[in-house]
């Protein structure tokens, strides 16, 4: 028996959550959610999970603090990690992208394209999906 695949979601929004839970579940997927930047951190951490979704818009510790973090932490740099936000501008694609982000989707999403994403990522098949 495989083990299921661990995803840590750290969003502010309960609501936000709880649609990523319900879109990965039903694949196969253990998912964790953390509500601000700092704890999020120390879940990444500590758990390592397979796949991190990240909103930059958190409170404490806004989510590039959070992606630089993680980036510096040899624990973590190869942590897959895929950067959720509201901000649709090429800049803040481009700063995920600088960040080391290996996905970036925008709010509000298809459920359908997150996981779409989610599971490419944590299967190794998807080259920096942009959606």
């Known amino acids: 028996m495989s083990v299921a695949p661990r995803v840590l979601v750290v969003e502010d929004s ?6 990523i839970s319900v879109c990965l579940r039903p694949a196969g997927v253990e998912v ?3 509500a601000d930047g700092p704890t999020g951190l120390e879940a990444a951490l500590t758990t390592r999970p397979d796949l991190l979704i990240l909103d930059v818009g958190l409170p404490r510790m806004d989510g590039w603090e959070v992606l630089e973090r993680i980036r510096s932490d040899p624990r973590t740099r190869s942590m897959k990690v895929l950067v959720l936000t509201a901000h649709a501008q090429e800049e803040t694609r481009e700063r995920a992208d600088r960040g080391g982000a290996d ?4 709010k ?4 359908d394209d997150l996981r779409s ?3 490419g ?3 190794g098949t998807t080259e920096q999906a942009i959606a």
């Open 14 to 19: 309960a609501v936000i959550q709880r649609l």
């Open 117 to 119: 994403v989610a599971m």
């Open 32 to 34: 964790e959610t953390r």
């Open 108 to 111: 509000p999403f298809r459920p």
């Open 121 to 123: 990522l944590l299967s």
């Open 103 to 106: 996905a970036f989707l925008t």
